[in-house]
């Protein structure tokens, strides 16, 4: 029970007459909401005249004024919390690296698997092109490279029986040499039998006739050694030039299995397939658009002012709210901010040294990034974001 003496004095005094509520009557005429305006039995009775609001007792209307005092110094407080702490921009995008998907080769198109705003993963095929001319350039690739593998084995061969031509001509050089040097032997034993008088000019010269002979074979056995030697080199060449006929064929079968998978236009990442342009029995110019592809990687991009960018750092946690999902919230955080203003990026960035200078506050483009990807469109723009 409180102890305020109006309150006591209110229980104890009766009612004024006819001053009833409807609540608990039968009779609508009595309700005070339902007297002419002005009454004393009214709710909009002047406190001077008597009326109901005179009857209240003072704590009561203390406590209201206190309620609406607390109430604005709440709203305050929070409007200043969020001012202090937060930056806010409603210019703001969801945004993402739009690809123009086109084809690397001309042909004909057989087959477009996928179809408008269809999700796919990476890898799939978006577009497929008539194939039978790659695959013959890739078979004659492969018949060329099967050709130069051949050459380079042939000449490998012809280099190792050379080698072995070229031991066989050291080995006659070796006997060659051996027989020489018994020549010389027997050509200085003959000399010194004739000297001394034990020995003919006949043996003395047929000794030396045969070392000339032993000579000149030694020479011929040199130079064909020199000869076989020398075509080793030449093989050898050979075979570097084959090597690279070889390499060049590869090449070509890599350029050709290369042609043949781009006749397989692919999903690069997890996305959609929009504004499909590709036809069956259409013909494909390489580097014509086919469709776009829009990947599922997307984030904000927050046009913020130059003035609220000073406490502004990556990883500073947002908070997002997008006008195409009304209801709902989405985190994320500060990925980075762009190293100038939207302007000094445009294709005619302003030249302010010219003319009149007009002070006009720039904005920054912030790219925030979702904590959890959700599945957004493209385009639409937040409400806010706050960061």
């Given at each position: 029970?409180?102890?305020?003496?109006?309150?006591?004095?209110?229980?104890?005094?009766?009612?004024?007459?006819?001053?009833?509520?409807?609540?608990?009557?039968?009779?609508?005429?009595?309700?005070?909401?339902?007297?002419?305006?002005?009454?004393?039995?009214?709710?909009?009775?002047?406190?001077?005249?008597?009326?109901?609001?005179?009857?209240?007792?003072?704590?009561?209307?203390?406590?209201?004024?206190?309620?609406?005092?607390?109430?604005?110094?709440?709203?305050?407080?929070?409007?200043?919390?969020?001012?202090?702490?937060?930056?806010?921009?409603?210019?703001?995008?969801?945004?993402?690296?739009?690809?123009?998907?086109?084809?690397?080769?001309?042909?004909?198109?057989?087959?477009?698997?996928?179809?408008?705003?269809?999700?796919?993963?990476?890898?799939?095929?978006?577009?497929?092109?008539?194939?039978?001319?790659?695959?013959?350039?890739?078979?004659?690739?492969?018949?060329?490279?099967?050709?130069?593998?051949?050459?380079?084995?042939?000449?490998?061969?012809?280099?190792?029986?050379?080698?072995?031509?070229?031991?066989?001509?050291?080995?006659?050089?070796?006997?060659?040499?051996?027989?020489?040097?018994?020549?010389?032997?027997?050509?200085?034993?003959?000399?010194r039998l004739l000297k001394a008088g034990t020995g003919t000019l006949q043996q003395a010269q047929e000794k030396e006739t045969?070392?000339?002979?032993?000579?000149?074979?030694?020479?011929?056995?040199?130079?064909?050694?020199?000869?076989?030697?020398?075509?080793?080199?030449?093989?050898?060449?050979?075979?570097?030039?084959?090597?690279?006929?070889?390499?060049?064929?590869?090449?070509?079968?890599?350029?050709?299995?290369?042609?043949?998978?781009?006749?397989?236009?692919?999903?690069?990442?997890?996305?959609?397939?929009?504004?499909i342009l590709a036809a069956k029995g259409a013909y494909a110019v390489a580097g014509q658009a086919l469709m776009m592809f829009v990947p599922q990687q997307t984030w904000i991009?927050?046009?913020?002012?130059?003035?609220?960018?000073?406490?502004?750092?990556?990883?500073?946690?947002?908070?997002?709210?997008?006008?195409?999902?009304?209801?709902?919230?989405?985190?994320?955080?500060?990925?980075?901010?762009?190293?100038?203003?939207?302007?000094?990026?445009?294709?005619?960035?302003?030249?302010?040294?010219?003319?009149?200078?007009?002070?006009?506050?720039?904005?920054?483009?912030?790219?925030?990034?979702?904590?959890?990807?959700?599945?957004?469109?493209?385009?639409?723009?937040?409400?806010?974001?706050?960061?």
């Amino acid at each position: 029970m409180t102890s305020d003496p109006g309150y006591r004095e209110l229980q104890s005094k009766p009612p004024p007459d006819g001053l009833r509520t409807y609540a608990g009557n039968d009779d609508p005429s009595l309700d005070v909401t339902a007297r002419a305006p002005g009454s004393r039995d009214t709710l909009d009775a002047r406190r001077d005249e008597g009326g109901l609001p005179g009857l209240l007792p003072r704590w009561a209307l203390l406590r209201r004024r206190s309620i609406r005092v607390a109430a604005v110094v709440a709203a305050a407080g929070w409007w200043w919390s969020q001012a202090l702490h937060y930056e806010s921009t409603d210019d703001a995008f969801i945004d993402t690296r739009k690809v123009q998907v086109a084809s690397a080769l001309n042909g004909i198109v057989i087959d477009v698997p996928v179809t408008d705003n269809q999700l796919v993963e990476p890898g799939a095929v978006l577009v497929r092109i008539d194939p039978r001319d790659d695959e013959a350039a890739l078979a004659q690739a492969k018949a060329q490279v099967a050709q130069a593998v051949a050459a380079v084995a042939n000449l490998d061969a012809q280099i190792n029986a050379q080698n072995a031509r070229v031991d066989q001509a050291r080995e006659q050089v070796r006997q060659a040499q051996a027989a020489v040097d018994f020549a010389a032997a027997e050509n200085d034993r003959a000399q010194r039998l004739l000297k001394a008088g034990t020995g003919t000019l006949q043996q003395a010269q047929e000794k030396e006739t045969n070392l000339r002979q032993n000579a000149a074979t030694l020479a011929s056995a040199q130079a064909s050694l020199t000869a076989a030697e020398r075509q080793v080199a030449v093989l050898q060449t050979q075979r570097d030039g084959a090597a690279a006929q070889l390499d060049q064929a590869r090449a070509a079968q890599t350029q050709a299995e290369t042609n043949l998978s781009r006749t397989q236009v692919q999903a690069p990442v997890r996305g959609r397939a929009a504004s499909i342009l590709a036809a069956k029995g259409a013909y494909a110019v390489a580097g014509q658009a086919l469709m776009m592809f829009v990947p599922q990687q997307t984030w904000i991009t927050a046009n913020f002012k130059e003035t609220q960018l000073d406490r502004m750092r990556p990883n500073q946690p947002a908070e997002i709210r997008i006008d195409a999902y009304p209801g709902r919230g989405f985190a994320g955080h500060v990925d980075s901010i762009q190293p100038g203003s939207g302007a000094a990026f445009s294709l005619l960035p302003p030249q302010n040294a010219t003319g009149n200078y007009v002070k006009v506050v720039q904005r920054v483009p912030v790219k925030i990034v979702f904590d959890t990807p959700p599945e957004v469109y493209v385009g639409p723009a937040c409400r806010w974001c706050r960061a």
